[in-house]
């Protein structure tokens, strides 16, 4: 936790001179964020019900927060990215003993979304900046 709020310090601290516009950009960032995680707990639950669609939209999703959070200077929201990028792709392995179940794959995935959701938090609260109202 220490990592954490000492980058966010550094992120969003006016002192260290740090662009109007890239905290802008990250402050936008974080705020779609959240829509984005609603998007893959939703489609995490659908895994058991909806799995051709959900399963896709996922993948793209994990993808997606793997590279655009550290580019953004958020490396845990990469790491937990990655982290259900390899899960995804563990189900795909047929070859795998220990292949998860949709069921399985659905926990693992509501649990990682909760981290997300709670890494996104800790920055809002560390970084002492409410989200931008909607425009």
Not at 5 to 23: E, K
Not at 33 to 54: C, D, I, Y
Not at 75 to 81: Q, V
């Amino acid at each position: 936790m220490a990592e954490l709020h000492g980058a966010v310090g550094i992120l969003f601290a006016a002192a260290t001179g740090m662009d109007d516009d890239m905290r802008d950009l990250q402050r936008d960032y974080l705020a779609d964020l959240r829509q984005t995680v609603v998007q893959m707990r939703e489609h995490g639950r659908g895994l058991t019900s909806n799995f051709k669609s959900a399963f896709p939209a996922l993948l793209f999703l994990a993808h997606q927060l793997k590279g655009s959070g550290g580019s953004l200077g958020f490396p845990r929201i990469s790491e937990l990215a990655r982290k259900m990028s390899e899960e995804l792709n563990l189900f795909l392995d047929e070859e795998h003993a220990s292949r998860p179940t949709p069921e399985e794959l659905s926990q693992t995935l509501m649990a990682l979304s909760g981290e997300l959701e709670s890494e996104i938090a800790a920055l809002w609260s560390a970084a002492a900046m409410p989200p931008r109202p909607s425009d």
